[in-house]
């Protein structure tokens, strides 16, 4: 597939990273040149040099026989202007634009052919925003993503030395709960994946990912650790966009106030929020976070658009007591540095936003891509078409499919049945099918199994 990426920044080094792995052909478009050397030296992907909307500069950088145009610069108006100059003057079939701003967002009829031809729109604030909710809703859990319009949940949590798997297979895990089916899909010991089986041995301080049906996530959540409960009390440090639109969601079922630095945000914060407290100040002000009691605070969520801001007040807020710390970090070379220590999650928006930006990337019918720990793996939803001639996968028990090695699927969901993947079940056209890759390398493999040929016969 032929890909222009416009914007070399974090999200757009990324996404040219995972690409490129692929055997897509790759070309970035920056007006940075250092930038798009520095990624040219160890990519194999083309650059080219100048303002991303420009038509010569979307003409070189091969526009007219592109696939599809992915447009991350920092600029939600200069995204916007080149999927309509694409659109207009080259026809680019598929357009894919970050957008920012909610006030392009929330407007109906905006984007599409007719109007500004973008097909689709990611906005990394409101992707951020649903992941932080639902790490809120499971107090203890790493990462949770939803799966099936939310039928089905993924779930990493620690596992914890007094848990009742922690030192037994996981084949025991259907011993503890014999009502409830799951199924644990990978497993990080010391940064290094495993693709468990039954006889796999849980080790305290493993991250654990299991998938289970929403309903069932609690219970099997308790069998790898204590459960903490539920969370009350919030402190946002940080009331940008994020810190808004996450405060505005939660604040009629969590006591929440937010800590900013501008005097004149922390007004029109005010005036935006119903029950929201604003409070003016540094979040690394230590004699602000002890009036504040932040030692009674469940949660304190670092969310500016500053690392070190983040790191240096998250680090406070959990000497100073706070319950567990959640912290934003746009690079992502410290992320794996602060996770785990006084720290308890380190969240990628760059990652975040890759997962939502390769669902609409790869081949067949893709329906949802999500990262696994900050991109060492990776989980998809895929959708079985065909029947038993034409597919390698419809019509076939799930121990009939031949998965290349460092793949497994966790679940299947049928309308509104989720059955956890167990080796008689037998796969439907239309089905939906959860698979987990320890190893990316092999998502051309998995295109190429579910892809619906004539006959293969």
Same mark, same amino acid.
């Given at each position: 597939?032929?890909?222009?990426?416009?914007?070399?920044?974090?999200?757009?080094?990324?996404?040219?990273?995972?690409?490129?792995?692929?055997?897509?052909?790759?070309?970035?478009?920056?007006?940075?040149?250092?930038?798009?050397?520095?990624?040219?030296?160890?990519?194999? @992907?083309?650059?080219?040099?100048?303002?991303?909307?420009?038509?010569?500069?979307?003409?070189?950088?091969?526009?007219?026989?592109?696939?599809?145009?992915?447009?991350?610069?920092?600029?939600?108006?200069?995204?916007?202007?080149?999927?309509?100059?694409?659109?207009?003057?080259?026809?680019?079939?598929?357009?894919?634009?970050?957008?920012?701003?909610?006030?392009?967002?929330?407007?109906?009829?905006? #984007?599409?052919?007719?109007?500004?031809?973008?097909?689709?729109? +990611?906005?990394?604030?409101?992707?951020?925003?649903?992941?932080?909710?639902?790490?809120?809703?499971?107090?203890? *859990?790493?990462?949770?993503?939803?799966?099936?319009?939310?039928?089905?949940?993924?779930?990493?949590?620690?596992?914890?030395?007094?848990?009742?798997?922690?030192?037994?297979?996981?084949?025991?895990?259907?011993?503890?709960?014999?009502? @409830?089916?799951?199924?644990?899909?990978?497993?990080?010991?010391?940064?290094?994946? +495993?693709?468990?089986?039954?006889?796999?041995?849980?080790?305290?301080?493993?991250?654990?990912?299991?998938?289970?049906?929403?309903?069932?996530?609690?219970?099997?959540?308790?069998?790898?650790?204590?459960?903490?409960?539920?969370?009350?009390?919030?402190?946002?440090?940080?009331?940008?966009?994020?810190?808004?639109?996450?405060?505005?969601?939660?604040?009629?079922?969590?006591?929440?106030?937010?800590?900013?630095?501008?005097?004149?945000?922390?007004?029109?914060?005010?005036?935006?929020? *119903?029950?929201?407290?604003?409070?003016?100040?540094?979040?690394?002000?230590?004699?602000?976070?002890?009036?504040?009691?932040?030692?009674?605070?469940?949660?304190?969520?670092?969310?500016?658009?500053?690392?070190?801001?983040?790191?240096?007040?998250?680090?406070?807020?959990?000497?100073?007591?706070?319950?567990?710390?959640?912290?934003?970090?746009?690079?992502?070379?410290?992320?794996?540095?602060?996770?785990?220590?006084?720290?308890?999650?380190?969240?990628?928006?760059?990652?975040?936003?890759? !997962?939502?930006?390769?669902?609409?990337?790869?081949?067949?019918?893709?329906?949802?891509?999500?990262?696994?720990?900050?991109?060492?793996?990776?989980?998809?939803?895929?959708?079985?078409?065909?029947?038993?001639?034409?597919?390698?996968?419809? !019509?076939?028990?799930?121990?009939?499919?031949?998965?290349?090695?460092?793949?497994? +699927?966790?679940?299947?969901?049928?309308?509104?049945?989720?059955?956890?993947?167990?080796?008689?079940?037998?796969?439907?056209?239309?089905?939906?099918?959860?698979? #987990?890759?320890?190893?990316? *390398?092999?998502?051309?493999?998995?295109?190429?199994?579910?892809?619906?040929?004539?006959?293969?016969?």
């Amino acid at each position: 597939m032929k890909i222009i990426i416009l914007g070399a920044g974090q999200v757009g080094g990324t996404l040219a990273a995972n690409l490129a792995s692929e055997h897509n052909d790759i070309t970035v478009v920056d007006k940075d040149p250092d930038r798009l050397r520095e990624l040219q030296d160890r990519l194999d @992907i083309g650059t080219v040099t100048g303002q991303a909307s420009h038509p010569d500069v979307l003409a070189r950088a091969g526009a007219a026989d592109a696939d599809l145009l992915i447009a991350v610069t920092n600029s939600d108006e200069i995204n916007m202007v080149a999927c309509q100059v694409a659109y207009t003057l080259f026809r680019t079939p598929t357009k894919i634009s970050r957008i920012r701003s909610n006030a392009y967002t929330s407007v109906e009829k905006l #984007f599409g052919n007719d109007a500004i031809p973008i097909d689709v729109f +990611i906005s990394p604030e409101e992707l951020v925003t649903r992941y932080i909710k639902r790490l809120l809703q499971y107090p203890g *859990s790493l990462q949770v993503l939803d799966f099936a319009d939310g039928k089905v949940q993924l779930v990493g949590v620690k596992a914890y030395y007094g848990g009742p798997l922690v030192g037994n297979e996981l084949a025991a895990i259907r011993d503890h709960m014999p009502t @409830i089916d799951t199924r644990v899909a990978a497993i990080f010991r010391r940064g290094t994946a +495993i693709l468990p089986s039954g006889d796999t041995v849980v080790e305290a301080g493993d991250e654990v990912f299991f998938i289970a049906a929403k309903k069932n996530v609690m219970p099997v959540m308790s069998e790898l650790r204590r459960l903490d409960t539920p969370y009350k009390r919030l402190v946002i440090a940080g009331g940008g966009n994020i810190g808004e639109r996450l405060a505005r969601s939660v604040e009629n079922r969590y006591h929440v106030k937010i800590i900013e630095r501008s005097y004149d945000r922390c007004r029109a914060l005010s005036e935006q929020l *119903s029950k929201a407290i604003v409070l003016h100040g540094s979040a690394s002000d230590h004699d602000l976070l002890a009036q504040e009691n932040i030692e009674e605070t469940d949660v304190f969520l670092a969310l500016t658009n500053d690392d070190e801001a983040n790191i240096m007040s998250s680090l406070l807020a959990k000497r100073m007591g706070a319950r567990k710390v959640i912290t934003l970090i746009t690079n992502p070379a410290y992320v794996d540095l602060v996770q785990g220590g006084d720290i308890d999650i380190a969240l990628s928006p760059q990652q975040i936003t890759i !997962g939502s930006l390769l669902t609409h990337v790869r081949r067949g019918d893709i329906y949802n891509v999500h990262s696994l720990r900050r991109g060492a793996a990776e989980a998809l939803e895929i959708i079985a078409h065909g029947d038993n001639r034409s597919s390698k996968v419809v !019509g076939r028990r799930l121990d009939e499919i031949v998965l290349p090695d460092g793949v497994s +699927i966790g679940a299947l969901v049928r309308g509104d049945d989720v059955m956890i993947a167990h080796s008689h079940l037998l796969v439907e056209s239309e089905d939906h099918l959860i698979l #987990f890759l320890v190893d990316k *390398s092999k998502i051309k493999m998995v295109e190429k199994l579910f892809q619906v040929g004539f006959t293969f016969f």
